[in-house]
């Protein structure tokens, strides 16, 4: 079983749709999780850090479950700007440990 | 925020030869440091972790007398890729935390390209 699985997609939402991600991982010792988002050959960028008890910015709303080691990402009203790869992301412990990625799925908005 | 810088961006070099990639926080002290690669289409995968004035801890796979990594001051951290193979072409990212923390903040990147 990969470590954190996503479905790499593409997904193709016409602008203003709402878009659900997820994943899956298997380390249960990950302490930290997040969502990245990463535009074509640049580095990912921090979008947001997911919490169980689940946590809003703006129109991204992240969800964590623990117990199914899961992690979602809703993206509501979807702008062009949103069309990047959406990187999961855990720690492999906590504190400074290093991060495993999922490969990403890939948005597409399309106007 | 936390700024990261890598330089250079992009590299192209001969088989043999060797690279160096410097990985530098710009405005805050970077105690621990990370080395990533990503393949086309692949997820970033950890090559090493380094912390400042201490040796690298390198992942499973990766040889350390390949890729070489100092971090010898709390901003700046390097990678040498030695006896480069066009097979080392890759994205290589680096990224810093500081204090333990758990974000990361990531530089842009250097494009390796072995010929």
């Known amino acids: 079983r990969k470590e954190v699985e996503q479905d790499p997609g593409p997904f193709n939402v016409p602008e203003g749709a709402t878009v659900a991600f997820n994943c899956t991982y298997s380390?249960?010792?990950?302490?930290?999780f997040f969502w990245y988002r990463q535009d074509c050959r640049k580095e990912p960028k921090l979008l947001m850090s997911?919490?169980?008890s689940g946590n809003e910015d703006g129109r991204f709303t992240a969800q964590l479950n623990r117990a199914s080691q899961y992690i979602s990402l809703l993206i509501r009203d979807s702008k062009l700007s949103d069309s990047a790869t959406y990187l999961c992301?855990?720690?492999?412990?906590?504190?400074?440990?290093?991060?495993?990625f999922g490969k990403g799925t890939h948005l597409i908005i399309q106007p | 925020g936390a700024v990261v810088s890598q330089h250079p961006s992009r590299v192209i070099c001969k088989s043999g030869t060797s690279v160096k990639i410097e990985c530098r926080s710009l405005?805050?002290?970077?105690?621990?440091m990370f080395w990533y690669r990503q393949f086309p289409k692949q997820s970033l995968m950890l090559m090493a972790t380094?912390?400042?004035?201490?040796?690298?801890?390198?992942e499973q796979g990766v040889e350390k007398d390949k890729f070489l990594i100092n971090h010898a001051s709390l901003t700046l951290s390097t990678l040498t890729v030695t006896s480069a193979h066009p097979e080392d072409s890759s994205f290589y990212i680096c990224?810093?935390?500081?204090?333990?923390?758990?974000?990361?903040?990531f530089g842009p990147g250097t494009r390796l390209l072995v010929l």
């Open positions: 990224s810093a935390s500081s204090g333990g923390r758990e974000t990361q903040y």
């Open positions: 380390n249960s010792a990950s302490q930290s």
């Open positions: 997911v919490y169980s």
């Open positions: 992301v855990v720690t492999r412990g906590g504190g400074a440990d290093g991060l495993t």
């Open positions: 405005d805050f002290q970077a105690t621990t």
């Open positions: 380094s912390n400042e004035g201490s040796k690298a801890t390198y």
